[in-house]
């Protein structure tokens, strides 16, 4: 299968201002991302190239769908990871974060790849203010409380907070 994110820079790359749009959608096995969060079965590609002093910059948005669980409660959730590509492709690499284009060409895929793994969200949560699972019992606590009593929670400022209530207390 031809490489549909592998471009030919040779005209770009000629003369300094010279600008080429990407806009194809790239079937997610393409990818081979290898995580089962992904669950995009496309990924839409609509890049902009534009020959800069030296090298190739390239901008535009990605957006690729995913599903887990909430890290709190375990119920499915889902959503769409959304991020701004601006990365630059040189042909001699001196930029530590640039990308390489060998010979005259320049393949899109491993940065789109990589820059959509990293956008996946490493704790999801179905709510922002999602109460999770009692740590006792399993209980979702979202739906209702359930009788264990409230585990201590042991953080730095326990003994701050004993202190300013026995000084309260006086
Ligand atoms: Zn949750
Ligand atoms: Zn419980």
Same mark, same amino acid.
């Given at each position: =299968? ?7 820079v040779a005209e770009l790359t000629r003369r300094a201002g010279s600008e080429k ?28 190239l534009e020959s800069v002093n030296g090298g190739i910059a ?23 990871? +959304? +991020? ?5 492709y ?20 491993? =940065? ?22 009692? +740590? ?35």
């Amino acid at each position: =299968m031809a490489n549909p994110l592998l471009v030919n820079v040779a005209e770009l790359t000629r003369r300094a201002g010279s600008e080429k749009l990407i806009d194809v959608a790239v079937d997610v096995n393409h990818f081979d991302f290898d995580d089962q969060r992904v669950t995009a079965t496309e990924i839409p590609i609509r890049l902009h190239l534009e020959s800069v002093n030296g090298g190739i910059a390239v901008r535009g948005e990605l957006s690729m769908e995913w599903s887990d669980q909430c890290s709190r409660c375990l119920k499915p959730v889902q959503g769409v990871a +959304t +991020t701004v590509v601006n990365e630059l492709y040189q042909q001699v690499v001196t930029d530590p974060d640039a990308y390489e284009i060998v010979g005259e060409q320049l393949d899109l895929s491993p =940065m789109v790849r990589e820059v959509l793994l990293l956008e996946l969200p490493t704790l999801p949560l179905c709510a922002p203010e999602c109460p999770g699972l009692c +740590t006792v019992c399993g209980a979702d606590l979202a739906v209702a409380p359930c009788n264990c009593a409230p585990v201590e929670k042991s953080s730095p400022w326990d003994a701050l907070d004993a202190l300013k209530g026995r000084l309260s207390n006086d």
